[in-house]
């Protein structure tokens, strides 16, 4: 007989009921008190960078030194990108799918469902280069913030109202740094994180990404850092101080770039330049 | 590249997303709760179950900084401080198997009509199986439950216990040699 597979039956118990887990669930989330928002701490997404890896802005970190000087403005650039990204067709599908890019190479694709479930495929990453369902579904990380699907399509179209929508949910959020509640700049460069993210990454329609462009140009603090392999750099201010954003406003895409901020959170840097492409199908990979 | 299974993949970016952002410590308790209660649950009864797999995520939030990746994995870092909570509730597991022993003819609540001739063979050991178990020591025990109950590799209780990987198959052999004598069987 097979003594352990009866002592499993023997002391089975039937599984906690919803309401057990929604309200220990929020004991624990009392017990956490205070929320911190360690941005500080990025870096430790580096070792599983590719399995979170979900889309893409990108972030170069500061070694520009030697930047040509800017020949138009970053508005310019922007207002050119929101042109491009209004233009371009979404398509239709049941997936948003996301490949990324490395140094030419296809190194892992990504599928979200609209209720924010995933699958992930990529060497090195879960499942091995085979097809992987990823976790259960769960809102979409837009920076700092959390939104469903719908949230996301329900985003406003105008760039000064999405500013605004997206600041208030940033104001809202309680997002602390070790420091303490986020001061009025940090929310805002935390809401441009949010903005980078919808031009790069989320599964916006094009009328939003075009907003979001906008609402970046109109931002104080954007800067024209000349061109980039694939676009041109642009300074932004974002929560912990200022990140550089490639974006090709021919195609209002971010490309070639070493890091990015992806659908899962956080911001991921590699050691090669990464292209993010994204569009709907209705496959997933057949493996 | 290293060869990991998918639960220790994703959990190494489970780990890094709460130190990334503690908030995300719940997507840890949205994974593991329903394993931790059932194993606690298991031991105890549903009630002490619930309030030590509770405990057990409220703890492990406050000692997520001493969670070491490279000494193991998160689900025994779990289940290991859920059995030091259980052992606070000696008594209360060892009525729990005599109870479980007096009322071993009780039919699974889940079982089919073709499960039936396995069922019905089972229920006759119950008893006897409740009173092995009672009858273990603690850290045999420990063993037996984490390896039946939670799944555990022996890796996995290796880690979850802090003890070496050959004291988890001795005290699982010695376990299953009592039980098989208790139960009237040759080891």
Redesign the interface.
Known sequence: ?N??????????????SPD??AR??Q???T??GH?????K??W??L??AA??VAAGLVIVPGRLGNAPPPVKSARDILLVAATTAARTPEGSGTYWHITVTKNGQQQAQYWYRRDGQSWIKG??????GKL?K???PAPFMIGPLRMTFEELRQLPDDGNALYTRLRTAVADSDLRTSAGPLNDAQKDGATVESLVSLVSEAPVSPEVRAAAYRALAARPGVQDLGDADGGRRLQVPVSDGTDTVVVDPDTAQVRNTSAWVPL???IVHTDGNVTIDTEWTDDLAAE | MTTETRGQAGDHELVARFRLDAEEFTTVYDRYFREVYLYAAGRLDTQAGEDIAAETFCLAFRDRDRFDPARGGLRPWLFGIATNLVARHRRKEARHYQALARAGTEPPADSHEGRVVDAVAALHMRPQLARALAALNRGERDVVTLVSLAELTHQEVAEALGVSYGTVGSRLNRARKKIHKMMGHQP
């Open positions: 007989m003594d352990l597979h009866e002592i499993r039956t023997l002391l089975a118990k039937p599984d906690p057990v887990v220990r669930r004991q624990l989330r017990s956490m929320r911190t928002f360690r941005r701490a990025r430790i997404l070792p599983v399995a979170a060497e090195g990453l879960k499942g091995e992987v990823f976790g259960r899962t959170g956080g």
